[in-house]
T-cell receptor, first 111, second 112 residues
């Protein structure tokens, strides 16, 4: 049974700080990894995808992947109150298979 | 593009009643997914279609659940009879091949 594990939080950080969100996955053949943000009462929206070991940066967001450790993380620099949301990690083990989601980590950025 | 469209946005029904959720995927997308989200279990895949054909329905919890995709622009998820434990937010999502999922706004189902 494929599993994606996340700390449910809440993770509280002060405005302007770096928020670090972590995720582990059980399926060694997973090929691609995604971070979705979900505001309360809204649908998930994709913010980052990563396919290779290392770091991938997009604005204030950095995704980090370590396939040997089966670990994915998302760093949010200069956190803003508008970043307060639940962040869902997901993986996929081949091009057309469905995403498997973690239960999400709730992030609260305190002004 | 209008995105993935789901209806209704909210559904409140009594135990034992039939519930039908509807989804219109993004035009041109060849994959359609039905997910269910609860606090306890998170976002779970129920079933997905490729080119209107069901590929994997192993996530459908019971025979009370059924899904159809009669054409490329419409899918339904039906629960008959509904039970209180079916209360959740049901999301439909679509994609073009392996491209990222686009989610609809979801249907919040409450079964009393």
């Amino acid at each position: 049974q494929k599993e994606v594990e996340q700390n449910s939080g809440p993770l509280s950080v002060p405005e302007g700080a770096i928020a670090s969100l972590n995720c582990t996955y059980s399926d060694r053949v997973s090929q691609s990894f995604f971070w979705y943000r979900q505001y309360s009462g809204k649908s998930p929206e994709l913010i980052m995808s990563i396919y290779s070991n290392g770091d991938k940066e997009d604005g204030r967001f950095t995704a980090q992947l370590n396939k040997a450790s089966q670990y994915v993380s998302l760093l949010i620099r200069d956190s803003q109150p508008s970043d307060s949301a639940t962040y869902l990690c997901a993986d996929r083990n081949s091009g057309n298979t469905p995403l498997v989601f973690g239960k999400g980590t709730r992030l609260s950025v305190i002004a | 593009d209008a995105g993935v469209i789901q209806s209704p946005r909210h559904e409140v029904t009594e135990m034992g009643q039939e519930v039908t959720l509807r989804c219109k995927p993004i035009s041109g997308h060849d994959y359609l997914f039905w997910y269910r989200q609860t606090m306890m279990r998170g976002l779970e895949l129920l079933i997905y279609f490729n080119n209107n054909v069901p590929i994997d329905d192993s996530g459908m919890p019971e025979d009370r659940f059924s899904a159809k995709m009669p054409n490329a622009s419409f899918s339904t998820l039906k629960i008959q009879p509904s039970e209180p434990r079916d209360s959740a937010v049901y999301f439909c999502a679509s994609s073009l091949g392996p491209s990222p999922l686009h989610f609809g706004n979801g249907t919040r189902l409450t079964v009393t």
